[in-house]
């Protein structure tokens, strides 16, 4: 009967990841990190999401649990998540990459109902213990009316850094000001940020540099963000230390809690949507320390293939240069598979590597591994500086470019790789040297940087207070304040 009781006053929280892998990640650690406090966690997948997932693990040699990605971690640890896979409204079938505009007005329109039945039959079912909370990614349009529909505490959850989330939270501010959606059109620097002394428009999220913001991606973004606005708390995979004017501006108009580095540093639960190419461990182990350029454009950016082949030649150029390449087979986002220059492979033998997917967590911990030439998604900058590998930086799209001015600018732990859009292979081949080479300053910078993730992480540390923090003050929305123990 005690047992029973106390199973009822666990916290229970759905949770929704968006279905794109650099969010799924965060989201797979952030439940585990939840379940190990203490919470019952039912978690939401697409089931495309899923059969990616299941399909990477069977090619690569793994015989998974077809139902759960969470099975190992529950009989490991015993932790409560449930697992479930939902419809996004299409097809299993339905190519969503090809077909992204329908895919994103699917996701603005079939899923929030695929999910809003979800949660009301799983609160009719009397579920024990009974749902409080709904967490779901803040690149979400229906989190807030479906949780005020089924009275749960409605918690976002921001992947990408403050200074993104607090860009496009002040949208209004931009608009007004002329410098996003206006006919001003104003180019100078950003000065009246609550918390950012001042910002480039180079510099803001891709979708607010847009001259043209009326796409369908630009109308979900910008409606998932005012939805973001209506959460009652929202939690940011980021360290207080390293964004704190911006982050404590923010926290004046809403409870907002930086709790990361949340990634993933072992491979508990295998949620990759693609399979490992094998090899790339022996093959750095095989390399001097530090001797490696690492070169990946993460799991969803386009690249075109011009740009592949000036990135190819700025290798070329660098001849004695040894380099792990993941190239995703969609890259440049149509079926073509030669992206690489004629006869490249067989040049660049012996010292090049080019891998489909890689355990990048992995790559980034070898001591072989000495600098990485990345597109700066959050997850690669936060997993490069806990590695205390130097970036070498070329944003592409959405926060990327945000990120990357942390890096460069900010934090001074990497370096661009283009002076401006073009992309030329004397630029390339110049900074991949001057990386290699020439970055004991970005090293040094990139231990201090190293030393903010990991006291974050520790006991007393910012991100765990705030994450207690955070759990106590989800608990004091749902309780009379006389029964919460601090
Ligand atoms: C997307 C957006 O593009 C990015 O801007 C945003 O910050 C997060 O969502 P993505 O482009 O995939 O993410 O980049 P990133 O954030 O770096 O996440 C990629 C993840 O995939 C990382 O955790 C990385 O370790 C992993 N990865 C990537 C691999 O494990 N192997 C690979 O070969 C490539």
């Given at each position: 009967m005690a047992a029973a009781a106390e199973q009822h006053m666990k916290p229970h929280a759905i949770m929704v990841p968006v279905p794109l892998q650099g969010h799924l990640i965060p989201s797979v650690e952030l439940a585990l990190k939840l379940a190990s406090n203490g919470f019952t966690i039912t978690f939401i997948n697409t089931q495309i999401t899923h059969s990616k997932i299941t399909l990477a693990r069977s090619l690569t040699g793994e015989s998974p649990?077809?139902?759960?990605?969470f099975s190992d971690q529950r009989n490991l640890h015993g932790f409560d998540i449930r697992y479930v896979t939902l419809s996004d409204g299409f097809p299993l079938s339905f190519d969503r990459s090809r077909n992204h505009n329908e895919f994103m007005e699917g996701l603005l329109l079939a899923f929030p109902v695929i999910v809003d039945e979800f949660i009301g039959n799983l609160l009719s079912s009397d579920v024990n213990p009974p749902v409080s909370y709904l967490i779901a990614d803040s690149f979400f349009v229906w989190p807030s009316a479906v949780a005020k529909k089924h009275c749960l505490v409605h918690i976002s959850f921001w992947t990408e850094p403050a200074l993104a989330f607090t860009m496009y939270y002040h949208i209004h501010l931009l608009r007004r000001h002329g410098h996003f959606d206006s006919q001003d059109n104003r180019r100078d620097a950003i000065n009246y940020i609550p918390g950012v002394e001042a910002i480039e428009c180079?510099?803001?999220p891709s979708y607010l540099q847009d001259s043209e913001p009326w796409s369908v991606m630009h109308r979900y973004i910008f409606k998932s963000l005012e939805d973001a606005r209506e959460a009652d708390f929202v939690i940011c995979n980021t360290v207080f230390e390293l964004e704190s004017s911006t982050i404590t501006a923010l926290q004046e108009t809403k409870p907002f809690y930086a709790i990361g580095p949340i990634f993933r540093r072992g491979s508990a639960v295998a949620a990759d949507f693609w399979p490992e190419t094998p090899g790339c461990g022996p093959w750095l182990d095989a390399r001097p320390e530090n001797s490696v350029l690492y070169i990946s454009f993460g799991s969803l950016v386009n690249v075109g293939k011009e740009v592949i082949q000036e990135i190819a030649h700025g290798l070329l150029q660098n001849s004695k240069l040894s380099f792990l390449w993941a190239i995703r087979r969609d890259i440049t986002g149509c079926e073509e598979t030669k992206v690489l220059p004629v006869g490249f492979e067989d040049e660049v033998r012996g010292r090049g590597l080019v891998v489909a997917w890689c355990s990048q967590i992995e790559v980034l911990s070898h001591s072989a591994t000495g600098g990485f030439l990345t597109h700066c998604g959050w997850n690669s900058v936060l997993e490069s500086v806990w590695c205390e590998v130097p970036m070498l930086c070329f944003p592409l799209l959405t926060d990327q470019f945000t990120n990357r001015k942390l890096v460069?600018?900010?934090?001074?732990v990497g370096m661009n790789m283009c002076g401006g859009k073009e992309v030329g292979r004397e630029e390339v081949a110049e900074n991949m040297k001057r990386l290699m080479n020439d970055a004991e300053g970005l090293r040094e910078n990139m231990k201090e940087r190293k030393k903010t993730l990991q006291n974050a992480l520790s006991p007393d540390g910012s991100s765990e207070k705030n994450f207690e923090q955070f759990m106590h003050d989800i608990k004091l929305k749902i309780q009379p304040k006389s029964s919460i123990s601090t």
């Open positions: 649990d077809d139902e759960d990605i180079r510099d803001l460069v600018d900010d934090w001074k």
